[in-house]
């Protein structure tokens, strides 16, 4: 009556058999970590700070408003006054960031005054090449209000010219 006996399984096989009793206690899950998303917005990358010199590029040296006002720039120049441009607003945006541009409030400042720095140099720089204009020929479209100063004079000298009122 050997046939009829069972005999005992490996303990490997009992543990893994669909019978076998659970552990008592859970295996503990293992956590995923996600590193934290940072949103960096200062100092712009290298990519983003070739991008801005290619459309400084693209504004001095292409037909558009400011180049039919002041005249356009070779590209070849064009290309180093855009370099010069975005590397003295990159100084001048850096040089008023805080230590800890942490945050992206800080970030969105610092970057609203590397445009205005960019605007600002370009607009002076194509002034400043900008032929003179000869008296009586403004440059095209230059129609300028006249100076506090001048307007100034104007009600001066015409309430000396004026009679007094009895």
């Given at each position: 009556?050997?046939?009829?006996?069972?005999?005992?399984?490996?303990?490997?096989?009992?543990?893994?058999?669909?019978?076998?009793?659970?552990?008592?206690?859970?295996?503990?899950?293992?956590?995923?970590?996600?590193?934290?998303?940072?949103?960096?917005?200062?100092?712009?990358?290298?990519?983003?700070?070739?991008?801005?010199?290619?459309?400084?590029?693209?504004?001095?040296?292409?037909?558009?408003?400011?180049?039919?006002?002041?005249?356009?720039?070779?590209?070849?120049?064009?290309?180093?006054?855009?370099?010069?441009?975005?590397?003295?607003?990159?100084?001048?945006?850096?040089?008023?960031?805080?230590?800890?541009?942490?945050?992206?409030?800080?970030?969105?400042?610092?970057?609203?005054?590397?445009?205005?720095?960019?605007?600002?140099?370009?607009?002076?720089?194509?002034?400043?090449?900008?032929?003179?204009?000869?008296?009586?020929?403004?440059?095209?479209g230059d129609v300028s209000p006249p100076s506090a100063a001048a307007a100034a004079e104007e009600e001066v000298s015409a309430a000396e010219s004026e009679p007094p009122v009895s």
């Amino acid at each position: 009556m050997a046939e009829d006996s069972v005999e005992p399984q490996p303990q490997a096989e009992v543990e893994n058999s669909p019978e076998a009793p659970l552990p008592s206690t859970p295996p503990t899950p293992t956590r995923t970590s996600y590193p934290s998303l940072s949103l960096q917005i200062w100092p712009p990358s290298q990519r983003t700070r070739d991008a801005v010199r290619s459309r400084l590029v693209e504004n001095l040296s292409s037909p558009s408003v400011l180049t039919k006002r002041y005249g356009a720039f070779p590209i070849d120049e064009a290309s180093s006054v855009a370099r010069r441009i975005e590397e003295e607003a990159f100084g001048a945006a850096s040089a008023s960031a805080s230590a800890d541009a942490g945050s992206v409030d800080e970030g969105i400042e610092v970057i609203q005054i590397y445009s205005k720095e960019i605007s600002k140099r370009m607009l002076e720089t194509v002034k400043a090449r900008a032929p003179a204009p000869t008296e009586g020929s403004p440059i095209a479209g230059d129609v300028s209000p006249p100076s506090a100063a001048a307007a100034a004079e104007e009600e001066v000298s015409a309430a000396e010219s004026e009679p007094p009122v009895s």
